[in-house]
């Protein structure tokens, strides 16, 4: 059976369509890219705006078309939108013939089972997770799940449930998973990173202690944080990124407003001044750090003073890079109660002056780039030659920068040439650091990684595989279906 992914939103889901795609795995499936010849389709659904929802419906019903017009026997959807909007889409959606929430990642196989969609067990399983981009060399590593936050706007409690950490044991076994199968770079993601280990205080071990272990536990190069809150960046998290060469120095530090009152509506424990506190905090025990943010325009009540109030916090403390959107209100979390009393048309121009005003920033801090020796990471030959990122370049949402060679993989000793279109680089390799990974072999040969199902039996791989679901299947919980 061939089955095609369709992963929507967050980093977060990349990770659990590839645990999907490993369990599918254990059972015979090969992912294919091509959808017209998967005879199954998932469609991982993102429920944290409406543009991200109505992406979600596009997809689904792009999806049943192909029960018509291809080989498709079934589409299966699954993940944060289901969880929030399994009876909706069920009526909208008849074509669709499986709906599994973010609670349901155990039922995915009993569930195509019964449907008589898959075959046997079998002997050979090649991992807990199967990587089906382009660029396997960058890999993301989820560290909890769900969030205890109390955000006004935010409906991720009701999507993912409770805050819950993973076992340090099984991140850094996964860890060691990606990096045999040839990753470079490790992003850890969570709905807040430095929430790590709140759950299980008794063990004595946060985000900091993980670190510790994961980079004792890998070779893995690159060490990318995304999305640590502010209240996180405690003196020992910022201890281990100046301690650990490997991890980037680089923090996805989402703020959402800058204007105090607006903070207060939004039920965020920030407020400008513990903000730019906390920035200078950052950059005085980290120097050379990248820093982005992620910012809300529109969010009821807010005024004209209030944006202004938001310019002038980016204006002063500078971010390299910052994500915008405009707020909606989503059913069941507290804004949703609040009048949405900002038109529109004024949330569309507040954003587009907020990206304007950031692009002047970004670029300005960029120059200040201009003339260092570096690291890049050679992603991809492009039509516009090899296509790499710097440190301060997360994948996918920091731009490109453009070197004169590189095989994707490698990782090169670069000089910075220039800024290319406000948010790209150009850099001129000066050396090899460390040539791309031969999946399978540990470029250091320090230690022998475990890869499920390798000379074990069908019943072993298949218990394998229904450990690592555990890493997004465990308890979920719902506190009287209201976020926390």
């Not at 979600?56 to 909007?85: I, W």
């Not at 992003?187 to 004792?216: C, F, K, M, S, T």
């Not at 780039?369 to 296509?387: K, M, N, P």
Request: glycine share 8%; proline share 4%.
């Amino acid at each position: 059976m061939k089955v095609g992914f369709v992963t929507l939103g967050c980093d977060k889901n990349t990770v659990d369509s590839e645990r999907y795609l490993g369990a599918l795995a254990a059972y015979g499936a090969l992912a294919t890219t091509d959808l017209d010849a998967a005879d199954l389709i998932v469609v991982n659904t993102c429920g944290f705006i409406d543009a991200a929802k109505q992406e979600s419906v596009d997809a689904l019903v792009e999806a049943g078309r192909r029960k018509v017009s291809g080989v498709c026997r079934a589409v299966v959807a699954v993940g944060c939108m289901v969880e929030r909007h399994r009876d909706e889409l069920a009526s909208a959606l008849p074509e669709v013939d499986l709906f599994l929430g973010a609670a349901d990642a155990d039922r995915l196989i009993p569930e195509l089972d019964q449907r008589g969609l898959l075959g046997p067990p079998i002997l050979d399983h090649p991992g807990d997770r199967i990587y089906a981009g382009d660029v396997a060399h960058v890999r993301y590593l989820k560290i909890s799940e769900g969030c205890d936050h109390g955000c006004a706007f935010c409906a991720i409690p009701l999507m993912r449930g409770r805050h819950r950490s993973f076992d340090q044991d099984e991140i850094v076994r996964e860890a060691q998973l990606l990096e045999l199968q040839g990753a470079r770079e490790l992003n850890l993601v969570a709905q807040d990173l430095a929430h790590y280990g709140r759950d299980q205080r008794a063990a004595g071990i946060g985000l900091p202690e993980l670190l510790d272990a994961v980079v004792a536990g890998t070779d893995v190069p690159w060490i990318r944080l995304l999305y640590v809150y502010s209240a996180g960046l405690t003196p020992a998290l910022l201890d281990r990124l100046v301690r650990h060469d490997r991890i980037v120095k680089y923090l996805d530090m989402p703020i959402q407003h800058g204007s105090d009152a607006v903070l207060a509506r939004m039920r965020r424990p920030e407020r400008a001044a513990s903000i730019r506190a906390t920035v200078a905090r950052v950059r005085d025990a980290v120097p050379s750090i990248a820093l982005r943010t992620t910012c809300i325009v529109g969010f009821p009540g807010e005024s004209d003073e209030d944006f202004e109030r938001l310019l002038a916090l980016l204006e002063e403390v500078r971010f390299d890079r910052v994500g915008a959107f405009t707020y909606s209100a989503q059913d069941g979390t507290r804004a949703a109660r609040l009048a949405d009393d900002v038109p529109d048309s004024v949330k569309r121009e507040r954003l587009e002056r907020l990206t304007e005003f950031q692009r002047t920033i970004t670029a300005e801090q960029y120059e200040r780039r201009v003339g260092t020796l570096t690291t890049a990471l050679v992603d991809r030959i492009g039509e516009r030659g090899v296509e790499a990122r710097l440190p301060w370049q997360a994948d996918d949402i920091d731009g490109i920068t453009y070197l004169d060679q590189g095989r994707p993989g490698d990782l090169v000793a670069v000089q910075v040439g220039a800024v290319d279109d406000d948010y790209d680089f150009r850099a001129t390799v000066r050396s090899l650091v460390r040539p791309a990974p031969i999946a399978g072999i540990v470029a250091s040969g320090r230690r022998a990684l475990p890869i499920a199902g390798a000379r074990a039996t069908a019943s072993a791989t298949v218990a394998a595989t229904a450990t690592s679901l555990g890493s997004f299947g465990r308890p979920f919980a719902v506190v009287d279906g209201a976020p926390l």
